[in-house]
């Protein structure tokens, strides 16, 4: 049995790492055959030389640094924010009714459309940047509070009024362990959309340092293969702190489990 467990999860990272293969394979042999120019798509290995050359660039970790840290504050905070808001909605059905159609109205808006507006009232610091990326993660985080908070099971409800939970102790010790699933899937969409607008934020609202600013600095130059090198460090950076957040949920929820069970 153990045996089956390290093939199938030895099959699962060969196929993750297949698929970039394949994909660079097929990169190169559009360019080989004439489909493009190098200009307009660099070939795999002149990007790779970008990836050296920006690496071996402590300049290029700083940029790195940057863009976390943005990412992280603004994280933090949307989450701490959405994750309160959500809570007040899903346990006050008055909260829902005054608060909910005003926050369904503005969700709708691309976060896009706040720039000019917070640019204007902000200005062209770091705060407006933050801000944009902690609005991001507010909406996923406050829908998947809200959701997980409204639908924990009647009989869980019941049980806690029969043990005389009330107040805070029915919220600490039933409706958020229970909601904790969809809170997790709400943090790690939070996550997924603050880097999503972070180079919406490093890029419309111009900054010194950021991977977002190596990638304005590829397009004004016309350099395509630091543009790509710049995406693929967005991406990574993204997978790596998405497997990470979901790793501490996963244990939080196990952590969980053993202490009821206990």
Known sequence: ????AISKKTKAILGGIAFPIVLTGLWQLFIFAGFSSARFLPPPFKVFQKFVILFSDPAYSQ?????????MIGFFIGTLAGFLFGLLMGLSKTAEKIFAPFFHAVRQVPMIGWIPLIIMWFGMNELPRVLIISVAAFYPITLNTFSGVRNVPREYL??????GFKGLTLI???????????IATGISLGLAMS?????????FIQ??????TQIQKGRDRFDIALVIAGIIT???????????VQKIVQAVERGRVISTEK
């Open 195 to 203: 880097w999503s607008v972070l180079m919406v934020a490093e890029i």
């Open 158 to 163: 019941e049980l806690a009024s029969v043990y």
């Open 1 to 4: 049995m153990k045996r089956l």
């Open 234 to 244: 967005v991406g990574v950076l993204g997978y790596a702190m998405t497997v990470l």
């Open 172 to 182: 600490k010790k039933i409706i958020i362990p229970a909601a904790l699933p969809s």
């Open 207 to 212: 900054t010194a340092f950021g991977v977002g």
């Open 63 to 71: 940029h790195i640094a940057v863009s976390l840290q943005r990412v």
